[in-house]
């Protein structure tokens, strides 16, 4: 299970692996690569857990290693 990450870095490591955003959705936050829409937390001022960031990662079809290369 990955780390627990701030929003930022979330943000970052999902632009390094070729997604665009983060862009306004209804409630949150989303990124985009292709036809393929995540959407990103607001933790206010706090880090995405465990447990949440590996569910964000399985709806984003991105495995442990890439996690860890697009750091």
Partial sequence: MPDPVPRRE????FR????????PGGRHAFMKKGE???RIPNPHQ??????????????AGINARAWRKAA
Avoid: C, H, Y
């Avoid at 979330?10 to 490591?13: E, F, Q, S, V, W």
């Avoid at 880090?47 to 709806?59: K, N, V, Y």
């Fill in 10 to 13: 979330l943000i970052r490591r």
């Fill in 46 to 59: 706090r880090d995405i857990g465990s447990p949440l960031l590996a569910e964000i990662l399985r709806q």
């Fill in 36 to 38: 393929l829409k995540v």
């Fill in 16 to 23: 390094n692996l070729g997604f665009d955003g983060p862009l």
